[in-house]
């Protein structure tokens, strides 16, 4: 049989032997927690037991005053990136886009495929477009080239500009060169922290603001590599493209440009 | 009078059709990865087969052991047809399509975000959908649970309830209680940015909210094999349950213990202080009790067993028990792994030593070990106890069946020993691709391909396993002795109120969750600037 007690009653044992031994441990460990551990770390120095607390509970403080915060001595990207970004383009824009293309067939060829060893446009994914347009603006990206050519162009204006280039249709080289992938490409290193360049650049993913490689002139590509491996070029805001470019080896860089000058 | 046997049929054969096919996912991705095959260049198709095979064997199959394995205890154990036959049919039908749900757009390489979901990644809204739907179906079961044991009390005044369908009845609580942190993941987080309605995501959160299903899944999973522990190796081996009373305070304090502890997953994770992942140490810590209770109160009831077959001594009681019955086999090889993979818990819920193997392949051969090892052969076990009774045909391969539990027991020692060992030596989980030409790990390739010969004998034990079930399915018909249960040395006579019940525990169970999950949820979603842009998966342009 049950017996027939009430069982939320503090007369019953079992009620106040679970809920008193629950709720010691529960306190004596948050005291150990919050207040004795983070008083014994040597590394902190708190103001008092609250601000211990207030640590441990993981609190986002700010920084006490006067505490100097370290700034990157160079202008940084200032695009936020998200994937639905410039998706959708209306005729408009991109009509719009082609009109402004025109100051940019000097170098970028007359439907954004370059004869002069400077990025083709043509099929680009619009983000980077439009991002690095916006880096060029506001300095994050030095470009002498560009720097004037970009000046006087406004939001809209880079993002018709990014959506005409993302609808032309890519660069397809008459006789691909490129064979299997070399390893780095392929493979990355990873226990240099390099990972595949398909990885983002297409291939086997793509991740918003990489651009899209295949095709680009090799001498473009191997200049940027270099670029970003002695930070000349920085404007890869999570620093992600120098971590990789300076494990590179100039053999790797080498190989990597030119698989990608030599695909289709 | 049993009219759950279809229906339980169902559930296990869906349940053990899925692990069959996860199962050959697991053993490829160890050999790609291994020296023994060249880089196969495309980590897309590791990744994709780790999501199938996570999914499927995390999400899916103990979910619906689970389920069968309840609806069969409820009958059984209350000694009367189920109530709420056609909704455990819906329930049913909605872990199936969200299975399927799940697994296409899987394999279509559109979710390949592993079953732990890793946002900011986000892949098709299909496959969280397929999740949420296995979830939903999994709560009908949870419900039926408590209404059938509800109805026997009701009709059954002052009888305490049979220990079967406590114990199980426990775990559905605890599996509604847990299902709740990835659901509210899911609803509130994931979906809407998969479904384009948002582009960022808070993915601190999203972990502390992962967390507060993570740990508590893996008691979920381990309550039928606990339940099979204390109700069916008793009786199956000849013995006695040592106490009943043991083992209601068992499921209890698994109930109270297991949620308030995720936190020790994301020890690492900067968006938690110090001081609530200490808390949820402490707690984790505790689960070690209803383990070890029931570990002493199983061998005690186990040399119970030896003696009444004539074992005498301090040890001799050892050498009479039946060894080549199936379940006494499995319950040992079950016990060698739980021991082994608790000290390996043990070591993963302190928070300094758990530094040292953090992300490493440690922790995959630690819940391989636990989970695939400890847990699941007693899900064969079950299997092979209940079979008969569910098709009503012998089953008899007792050679197969004892060659299928050495070898997984074989198979996942072989597999995890030198996983747990190439994990401190620091090799990273998670990668598709490890470079053993580099002098830094070239020396950990023996160790890698040991593991990859433990996932092939696993496999052959799976292929094993599913001959003896097929054998059991085409065998002559028979019927089978009434169904039983262990019982009790003392079955319980004045059962004090609150081990007949769940209010009071139920009631601890979320105070400590609210105490140990409160203020880290509440603090992320108060602070601004933590949401991140989230990287879509699988997108072809």
Known sequence: ?264 | MWNSRRLVLAHLWFAFASFGTALPLGEWQMFIRSPLHPWISDPEWYYRSVTAHGTTMAYVFPTLVAMGFGYFVTEHALRRPMVGLRWAWLGFALVVVGTIAAIVPVALGRASVLYTFYPPLIGHPSYYIGVVLVVVGSWVWVALMSINMYRWKRDNPGAPVPFPMFATVAGSYLWAWTAVGAALELLFQIIPVALGWRSTIDAGLARVFFSWTLHAIVYFWLMPAYIAYYTIVPRAIGGRLFSDTMGRIAFILFLIVAMPIGIHHAFEDPQVGSGFKYLHSVFTALVTLPTSLTVFTICASVEIAGRLRGGKGVLGWLKALPWRNPVMLGVALSFVMLGFGGAGGLINMSYPLNATVHNTQWITGHFHLIFGGAIVIMYFVIAYDIWPHLTGRTLDSFGLMRAQLWTWFIGMIVLTFPWHWVGILGMPRRMAFYDYADPAIAAQAASVTMSVGGGAILVLSGVLFLVVLVRGQTAPQTEPAAYRFSVAVRPPRALPAALNGFGLWLGLMVALTIVNYGFPIAHSLATPGTAVPVVEVGERW
């Not at chain 1, 007369?11 to 919050?34: E, H, M, Y």
């Not at chain 1, 640590?55 to 920084?63: E, H, I, P, Q, T």
């Not at chain 1, 209306?90 to 060893?117: F, P, V």
């Not at chain 1, 300095?139 to 560009?146: I, W």
């Open chain 1, 1 to 264: 049989m049950v017996t027939r007690e009430t069982i939320a009653s503090f007369r019953n044992p079992w009620f106040t032997a679970s809920v008193g031994i629950t709720a010691a441990i529960a306190i004596v460990s948050a005291i150990v927690g919050f207040v004795w551990l983070p008083l014994q770390h040597p590394g902190e120095r708190f103001k008092g037991v609250w601000d211990a607390i207030c640590s441990a509970a993981g609190l986002v403080r700010n920084a006490a005053s006067g505490t100097q915060i370290v700034r990157a001595h160079y202008l940084t990207t200032s695009v936020e990136i998200d994937p639905q970004m410039l998706r959708g383009a209306s005729a408009e824009s991109i009509g719009r886009g082609a009109t402004l293309a025109l100051r940019c067939t000097m170098c970028h060829g007359a439907r954004g495929l370059s004869q002069a060893d400077t990025p083709n446009l043509a099929g680009e994914y619009p983000v980077t477009i439009y991002k690095e347009l916006v880096d060029f603006k506001t300095g994050a990206r030095v470009s002498a080239v560009m720097a004037p050519l970009v000046a006087d162009l406004s939001d809209a204006d880079m993002r018709d500009l990014a959506a005409y280039y993302a609808y032309l249709p890519r660069v397809s080289v008459p006789e691909p060169a490129a064979g299997e992938p070399p390893r780095i490409v392929a493979s990355g290193a990873p226990l240099r922290g390099i990972a595949p360049c398909g990885a983002c650049h297409g291939e086997v993913d793509s991740k918003a603001s990489a651009a899209w490689l295949e095709g680009q002139p090799a001498v473009y590509l191997r200049t940027q590599l270099e670029a970003f491996s002695t930070g000349a070029r920085h404007n890869d805001i999570g620093a992600q493209m120098r971590n990789i470019a300076r494990q590179m080896t100039a053999t790797e860089i080498s190989a990597a440009s030119e698989f990608y000058a030599g695909r289709p």
